[in-house]
């Protein structure tokens, strides 16, 4: 990361937790972090079913609160979805738009696009994923891809909207793999998806996040990478002692 721009840490719980568990781990992580101030934002991506439990407890905390997914749509026939309002009804403060796990489930680059404007319209913050598979990466398409999923994604994304606005670069083969990008890779790509981005968003102001098996032992050399502002982290998440530990290094 560069001084210019905060580090973000956020926690994608994925299908993990129940309110009540994470009314518990909220408590936990509140106690570790402390009153002091914190190097990194931290963000928590609970369950819509925990949502509303984990924004409660977070509450007069430095701790936000995103939905995993939101649907394009203000409402109506689309069993199994939220909308942008239900995730601020709820007290949280953003989503994330495009995980791959929700890509590999049928997510159209389209319904990416439209779920990144109707979030930005309704005010939430928008953590975007973008990541290759391995196919793609030993076929020598990583760039082409990622610039293929930016282009599409941030169509509809005016540039006074970057404050509001992250990208977690999360190639597919390292998501809950252990097998971590190394600081070089999750550079490289980093600096490809901040200078794509860059046609629409300020590249100095922009936040982008590695994302990818975060550990509290991988985090410190990933986070001193400069075009590396912070990370999207999973499994280690789901511990408030390794996610504390993960922010401290960041
Ligand atoms: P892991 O940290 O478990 O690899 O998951 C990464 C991820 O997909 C976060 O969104």
Redesign the pocket.
């Known amino acids: 990361m560069t001084a210019a721009r905060r580090p973000l840490v956020a926690g ?1 719980w ?1 299908m993990n937790k129940t309110g009540v568990e994470a009314r518990e781990y909220i408590a936990r992580l509140r106690a570790h972090l402390g009153e002091t101030a914190l190097p990194a934002d931290v963000a928590i991506c609970p369950p819509f079913t925990a949502l509303e439990a984990t924004a409660r407890a977070a509450s007069g905390s430095p701790i936000r609160v995103l939905a995993q997914a939101v649907h394009e749509a203000a409402k109506g026939a689309h069993t199994g979805e939220i909308s942008a309002a239900m995730i601020t009804a709820a007290g949280a403060d953003g989503c ?1 738009v495009g ?3 929700r890509r590999a489930a049928g997510e159209t680059d389209d319904q990416v696009a439209a779920r990144v404007r109707a979030a930005l319209d309704a005010g939430l913050q928008v953590i975007l ?1 973008c990541g290759e598979s391995l196919e793609q990466r030993e076929a020598g398409e990583t760039e082409s891809w990622l610039t293929g999923q930016l282009t599409s994604a941030l169509a509809g994304v005016r540039p006074d909207e970057v404050g509001a606005f992250a990208i ?1 670069y ?1 190639p597919i083969w ?4 252990g097998r971590t990008a190394t600081p070089e890779i999750a550079q490289a790509a980093c600096a490809h998806v901040r200078a794509v981005a860059s046609a629409t968003l300020d590249g100095d102001v922009l936040r982008v996040l590695y ?4 550990t509290p032992e991988t985090a410190g050399d990933l986070m001193a990478q400069p075009d590396i502002d912070g990370s ?6 789901l511990d408030p002692d390794a996610f504390a530990a993960i922010v401290r290094a960041s």
Not at 174 to 177: K, L, S
Not at 211 to 214: E, F, T
Not at 232 to 237: D, F, K, M, P, T
């Open positions: 994608n994925k994330l995980h791959s796990e994923c977690a999360e390292a998501i809950g793999t994302g990818g098996s975060v999207l982290v999973g499994g280690a998440s």
